[in-house]
């Protein structure tokens, strides 16, 4: 069996997720959202969908944007 790098859980059914810059090993998806997704540059929240971006900054709305002074960025067009 494998733990998960997240929780230690040692479980027979876990799976390894492996990105560009990072990998790891998880026992849920939970865990492996919180060891790998982005964090939004102004509330912290896990970014679990697209984001949006602006000047390599990652948020998960348009309005975490503009809580740092982003004025461009909109949720929707």
Not at 13 to 35: I, L, N, R, W, Y
Not at 49 to 69: L, T, W
């Amino acid at each position: 069996m494998a733990t998960c790098d997240t929780c230690g859980n040692d479980y027979d059914k876990t799976f390894t997720v492996t990105a560009p810059d990072a990998s790891g090993t998880f026992d849920s998806f939970e865990c492996a959202a919180q060891a790998m997704a982005p964090e939004c540059g102004h509330c912290g929240c896990r970014i679990l969908g697209h984001g949006v971006e602006a000047e390599g900054r990652i948020f998960c709305c348009a309005h975490c944007a503009r809580g740092v002074g982003e004025r461009d960025l909109v949720d929707r067009a």
